[in-house]
């Protein structure tokens, strides 16, 4: 079965952090191009990270500096280390995948895959 799944949300005090993973079966990562996207309450889905097959990666102005992308191939799975959270990152973050080779790989609904989401909440 073809999927993306996503993992490691959770509850977290404001400054604290998260490390989610995005974990393919019935297809290899390593080919696509991955993105992380969020979608809070009420509000459009915003792209926040992207990395290519090569390694190239994109970051959105609003989670630069604080969130770190990268690739484990060798189990298939895209991570997104999370630091110094805040309130307003507070939403269910998905994962999907395009098989092109740039980053952001353009509209989240031309993705070839992706996840069911997973929630992250941060407050006091």
């Known amino acids: 079965q073809l999927q993306l799944v996503e993992s490691g949300g959770g509850s977290v005090e404001p400054g604290g952090s998260l490390r989610l993973s995005c974990t393919a079966s019935?297809?290899?990562?390593?080919?696509?191009?991955i993105t992380w996207f969020r979608q809070a309450p009420g509000k459009e889905h915003e792209i926040l990270s992207c990395?290519?097959?090569?390694?190239?990666?994109y970051y959105a102005d609003s989670v630069k500096g604080r969130f770190t992308i990268s690739r484990g191939n060798a189990n298939n799975t895209v991570y997104l280390q999370m630091n110094s959270l805040k309130p307003e990152d507070t939403a269910v973050y998905y994962c999907?995948?395009?098989?092109?080779?740039?980053?952001?790989?353009?509209?989240?609904?031309?993705?070839?895959?992706w996840g069911s989401g997973t929630l992250v909440a941060v407050s006091s």
């Open positions: 019935g297809f290899l990562l390593a080919y696509y191009s």
């Open positions: 999907s995948a395009k098989s092109v080779n740039y980053c952001p790989p353009g509209p989240i609904s031309s993705s070839d895959w």
């Open positions: 990395v290519t097959g090569r390694g190239n990666t």
